[in-house]
Every structure is written in C-alpha cells, then in structure tokens.
C-alpha cells in the first residue's frame, strides 16, 4: 500500500525541547517537502529536498532542521528556536524535479508546544 | 517569487456549477497552473492541473486564457462534500507557493 506517512499524528512538547517530526514515503519519489499550516492561513515551505543528501531552505526555515540521508525519509526537527512551533505540519513528495508532476500529501502532524 | 491571488470565500448552492478564478500575473515561463483540495486537518488533494487552454477530468475543468496570467477552476454541480478550501498553485521545479486559498461553502 504505497503513500506518504506521517507520525505520530499528534504531539505534545514543552517549551524550549527540540522533536523531530516523522515522514516516510514508499513511492520512490526524489523530491520531498515540508511545509507549515496556521490555522486559516495557506501553507508555507520550510524546507525542501530534490535529492538524497541535498536540501534547500524554503521561505520559513528558521528554527527548523531536516536531514535526507535516505530517499524514503524526510525528517523535520523542530527546534527551540523557533519562536512559534505550534502548528499543522505536512510533508509531501513529488515524483521528479520537473514542474508538472504533482505533489502528494501525507496526513499531517499537529504539534502543540505548551 | 510569482504569487496567486483568488478571492477569500465563496458560497453555492447543491447542483450549481462553480467557478473559482485565480491570478498569476507573474507566472514563468516553466510554471503548471495547479488546484488543490483541502478539508480541514488533512493535507492537501490534488485536482487539475494545466500549462494552457482547457484541462478536464472527471472532477473539474481547468481554463487558461493564452496569457496565462490567470486561470479558472470550474466544479460542475456541486454538492455537500466539495465544501473545502480550494487552492491555485504554481508548480515549478521548486516547490509549491501557497496562498491562503478559497473557502468554497456549499448549502443544501
């Protein structure tokens, strides 16, 4: 069953921790992205990655991190720099690196800092 | 960074047809007009998605003037379940560029 996972679902962190949000994919695809959604607002890109150990910072990279050491996983670790961390958080994958393949989604992370 | 504007909200009735434009004057040249879905706390579905003229499938229909600077969503006769936000992306080789969407509202 092919698709993009996301875990856990929710996640509850105090003030001033580091977490490391999950994102796994089995469809073999190169690029994979993370973005972050306030609640009425659009999605914004954090970072994003087209190639195995490569990754380039999207529009709101500050106090964020992410690792590609493998095709199939995308990791995004929330830092406790980042000011405001509490949010919906979504990865997606795309099959290649030209503009008209379309980007799948997973379920999403909701993170709340307390 | 070429951005979309489309209008915040829409409401519709069961069985109409609704049509959603977006604006991109700044689109480039390698930029696919792209729409997607969205219910609340799930992540994004994608609809359509065209370079120019009349895109259809089985969901919608997509119209690009020859400009490209704006495109239009058409849903043929909506119902109960298409109430989501509706989102106009350009999709390069970089990434998605989000707006804030439109919130299509369908009454019974």
């Known amino acids: 069953d092919g698709g993009i996972t996301q875990s856990p679902k929710y996640l509850f962190r105090k003030e001033g921790q580091n977490v490391t949000l999950s994102c796994e994919q089995n469809l073999n695809h190169d690029a994979m992205y993370w973005y972050r959604q306030d609640p009425g607002q659009g999605l914004r890109l954090i970072y994003y990655s087209q190639i195995v150990n490569d990754f380039q910072k999207g529009d709101i990279a500050e106090g964020y991190s992410v690792s590609r050491e493998k095709k199939e996983s995308f990791p995004l670790t929330v830092t406790s720099a980042q000011k405001n961390p509490t949010a919906f958080y979504l990865c997606?994958?795309?099959?290649?690196?030209?503009?008209?393949?379309?980007?799948?989604f997973g379920p999403g992370t909701r993170l709340t800092v307390l | 960074l070429a951005k979309t504007t489309q209008p915040i909200s829409m409401d519709s009735y069961e069985g109409q047809e609704v049509n959603i434009t977006c604006s991109h004057n700044?689109?480039?040249?390698?930029?696919?007009i792209t729409w997607y879905q969205q219910f609340p706390s799930q992540g994004p579905r994608f609809i359509i998605q065209?370079?120019?003229t009349k895109v259809t499938n089985e969901v919608a229909s997509l119209f690009i003037p020859a400009d490209r600077k704006s495109s239009t969503l058409s849903l043929p006769r909506v119902s109960l379940s298409d109430t989501a936000v509706y989102y106009c992306l350009l999709l390069s080789r970089r990434a998605l560029t989000f707006g804030s969407g439109t919130r299509l509202q369908v009454q019974p």
């Open positions: 997606a994958s795309k099959p290649g690196r030209d503009g008209n393949n379309e980007q799948f």
């Open positions: 065209g370079y120019k």
């Open positions: 700044n689109i480039a040249t390698n930029d696919y």
